[in-house]
């Protein structure tokens, strides 16, 4: 059980200190992954963005995904009907936020050795997917590391496919949804994500 995401993120980032002395980036999927990615990015000071992949859920049951989608990339089961209108809506609301939160802007001069995804946690793996294949494709050259606090054996499986190296905290065998790891978990509004993302730009500044 973690407090707060504030807490899992700085647990987080000391199973990644190998990475203190690298060209480093830090992709956090909002709003969740941010407040991780902050804690992370600070504790290796470097660059802290997002990546805003969005879940496609099944037609008549969002919370079940059936996919998901990031720019440029599209991770869906192709068998499943009716899913277009679902992908049209989430595409849309992928590009309303890449605008709120300039999406890319604030590590647009970063060429990194590793990038580093980050969400809050994850439960089937399938938006982590399609965000690691946006991060293969932006930074190919880079060691692409996902990490996350708590997720699924599952999941955890299926990401290894993906990247060159996951981390997780805890991956119980019983998962039922990520909030139930935190004793905290509250909806982020994008006013939050914003400040984290301008904190971290702001601190990285004063620490070069």
Known sequence: ?????????????????EYKDKKVIVLALPRGGVPVGYEIARALGC?????V????????????????????VR????????????????????????????????????????????DDGVATGKTAVAALRYARAAYPKARLVFAAPVGPPDAVALLRREADEVVFLEAPAEFMAVGEWYASFPQLKDEEVIRYLEKAGTSRVRSV
């Open 53 to 72: 992949a969005r879940k496609v859920g099944a037609p008549g049951n969002p919370e079940y995904a059936v996919g998901a989608i990031a720019p440029g």
């Open 75 to 118: 991770f869906v089961d192709e068998s499943v009907r009716g899913i277009e209108s679902i992908i049209a809506d989430e595409t849309e609301e992928m590009k309303r936020r890449m605008e709120k939160y300039k999406s890319g802007s604030y590590a647009r001069s970063t060429k990194p050795d590793v990038a580093i995804v980050v």
């Open 47 to 51: 660059a802290l963005d997002t990546i």
């Open 1 to 17: 059980m973690f407090a707060n995401r504030e807490e899992a993120g700085k647990k987080l980032a000391e199973a990644l200190l």
